[in-house]
C-alpha cells in the first residue's frame, strides 16, 4: 500500500495541488445556521456589539485566527505543506534545532548524563491552564505529542488548549460539549484529533483540530455498553481500546471508529495499557489478575497475578517496553520487568512502591523510563515521583508541609520530559519543570 504522504508529494512535483478531502459532510454544517455569540462561551471572540450573531462559517474561521493568533501562526503539526517538507529535511536540520533549542533554554541546560536521585531539581510554573481554570474536576491533562501545548478537560463540559510556556502559558481556545461531564480526553497519535468521552453517555466526541469540526460518535456498532467512558489509544495510531463492563475490550479502529474486535477477561476490567509497539495490550482486573493479549491476533498470550493485590486500579507499561507498573486499592505500586511479566503466573516485583496510603488511582512512567510519577485521587498531596534507576523516591516532591497538588486527578509528562503537570479536584493543571531535561 502506497503511503499517503508520499502520494501527496508526487501530486506537487507534478504541478498540482493537493488537498484533502473530508470522509463525509455533515449537511447541517454545510446549512448557513446563525450562532448566538452572546453565550457566556463565546463573548470572549465577539469583536464588536455589532457581531451578537455570527455564521457557523464565520465562527470556525474566528477560532481558526484566535488559535493561530495563540500559536504565532500555523503550527507545524496543522501545516500540511510544512509538515511534507520537514520529513524530507527531518535529519538535516536536527543538529540545527538541538543547538537553537540549547540557546533557548538557558539555565535549564542538563548534560546528557542519566537522572541523579534523591534531590529532583524543578521550578514551579504558573498552572497550564492558569487564564483558565475548569470550575470542577480535572479529569485530564495531556501534552501534545509534537506542539507545545497542553490540554486540559473535566467535568465542566470543556476542553481547553494551552501554549505551554511556562511564564504565562496563554489560552489557545476552549471547546464546549453541552450536557456532557468529560470522563476522559486523550490527543490522537498525530495530534489532530481530540477524543473525549463522558460520564455517562454511550457516545463520544471526536474534535477535529484540523478542521474545527466536532464530530459526536453516536454508536458503535458491536458495543452494547449503557456507557463509554475508560479508553486508550494504541501508540502507532491504529486502535482505540474502550474499556466495557464484565470483563468487555472492545478494540476500534481509530480511522473508521468502529469496532475491529471484542475480547473478555475473566473479571472485571479495571485499566489498560498498550506496549509502546502497539502489538500488545496489559488489562489489569479489579480481581488483581493482568492478562496480556496479541493485537493481531485478539488472543491471550499470558496471565499472572500482581503480587498482594485485593483490587487492581490502574496500570502502565514504560516507553521502552521495560517496566509495567500496577496499582491497586492498597495504595501499593508494583514495578516489574516486561520479562517477568511474560514468563511467570506469579512475577517477583523488582520495586513494591509502599509510599501512597490510599487507592493508587494513576501511574505513569516519563518518556525517558527515569521517572514513575505514582498517585491516589483519595488524599491530598498524594503523589510521589520515583526514581527508576535506583527504585527510590525523590524526597523534595511534593514540597512539604505546603499544600498545593489537593486531590491529583491525572498527570502527565510532556514529550521530552521538561515538563510534569498534575491535574487537581480544584480544576488546575499544576505545571513544574523537570530542569534536568533541557527540551519540552
Known amino acids: 500500500q502506497k503511503d499517503s504522504s508520499d502520494s501527496e508529494v508526487e501530486n506537487e512535483a507534478k504541478g498540482k495541488v493537493s ?39 464565520k465562527l470556525k474561521r474566528r477560532l ?73 474536576k480535572l479529569a485530564t491533562v495531556q501534552f501534545h505529542p509534537s506542539a507545545q501545548v497542553v490540554m486540559t478537560a473535566g467535568h465542566d463540559r470543556s476542553v481547553s488548549l494551552f501554549q ?27 495530534g489532530e484529533q481530540v477524543i473525549a468521552t463522558g460520564t455517562h453517555h454511550r457516545m463520544f466526541f471526536v474534535y477535529d483540530m484540523m478542521s474545527g469540526n466536532i464530530i459526536p460518535i453516536q454508536k458503535v456498532r458491536g458495543v452494547d455498553e449503557r456507557f463509554l467512558r475508560s479508553f486508550e489509544l494504541s501508540p502507532d495510531g491504529s486502535f482505540m481500546l474502550v474499556t466495557g ?12 471508529k468502529e469496532l475491529v474486535s471484542t475480547m473478555k477477561i475473566n473479571g472485571r476490567c479495571a485499566a489498560s495499557a498498550f506496549t509502546p509497539d502497539s502489538r500488545q495490550v496489559y488489562s489489569y482486573s479489579k480481581e488483581g489478575e493482568v492478562f496480556i493479549w496479541d493485537v493481531r491476533s485478539r488472543k491471550c498470550l499470558h496471565k499472572f497475578e500482581d503480587e498482594g493485590s485485593l483490587e487492581g486500579k490502574c496500570i502502565a507499561v514504560s516507553r521502552n517496553n521495560q517496566y509495567v507498573a500496577c496499582g491497586s486499592a492498597s495504595g501499593v505500586v508494583n514495578l516489574y520487568t516486561t520479562d517477568a511479566c511474560l514468563k511467570a503466573s506469579h512475577p517477583k ?31 491530598d498531596e498524594a503523589v510521589k515521583l520515583v526514581h527508576i534507576p535506583s527504585y527510590t523516591v525523590f524526597s523534595n516532591f511534593p514540597v512539604f508541609r ?22 487537581n479536584n480544584k480544576g488546575k493543571a499544576l505545571l513544574f519543570r523537570l530542569k534536568h531535561y533541557a527540551d519540552f
Open 19 to 57: 488537498s484533502r478531502k473530508p470522509a463525509w459532510v455533515d449537511e447541517d454544517d454545510e446549512a448557513e445556521e446563525n450562532v448566538d455569540m452572546t453565550h457566556k462561551y463565546r463573548k470572549d471572540l465577539m469583536k464588536s456589539d455589532a457581531e451578537k450573531i455570527l455564521t457557523k462559517k
Open 64 to 136: 481558526e485566527e484566535q488559535f493561530q493568533r495563540a500559536m504565532g501562526g500555523v503550527p507545524a503539526w496543522a501545516d500540511l505543506d510544512n509538515r511534507k517538507k520537514s520529513k524530507k529535511t527531518a535529519s538535516d536540520s536536527e543538529t540545527d534545532e538541538d543547538d537553537d533549542l540549547l540557546r533557548r533554554t538557558g539555565n535549564f541546560i542538563a548534560s546528557s548524563e542519566s537522572l541523579p536521585r534523591g534531590i529532583l531539581k524543578l521550578k514551579t510554573c504558573l498552572p497550564a491552564n492558569q487564564e483558565r481554570f475548569a470550575s470542577g
Open 402 to 423: 505546603r499544600k498545593q497538588i489537593y486531590l491529583a486527578q491525572s498527570m502527565d509528562f510532556s514529550p521530552r520530559s521538561g515538563f510534569f503537570s498534575v491535574g
Open 349 to 379: 516485583p523488582v520495586k513494591a512502591i509502599m509510599n501512597l496510603v490510599t487507592s493508587a488511582t494513576c501511574v505513569t512512567f516519563n518518556p525517558t523510563t527515569e521517572i514513575l510519577a505514582v498517585a491516589s485521587c483519595e488524599a
Open 164 to 190: 505551554v510556556d511556562g511564564i504565562r502559558n496563554p489560552k489557545i481556545q476552549s471547546i464546549y460539549l453541552e450536557s456532557f461531564p468529560i470522563y476522559k480526553a486523550c490527543f490522537s497519535v498525530d
Open 245 to 256: 463492563t464484565s470483563g468487555y475490550l472492545y478494540l476500534l479502529s481509530m480511522k473508521t
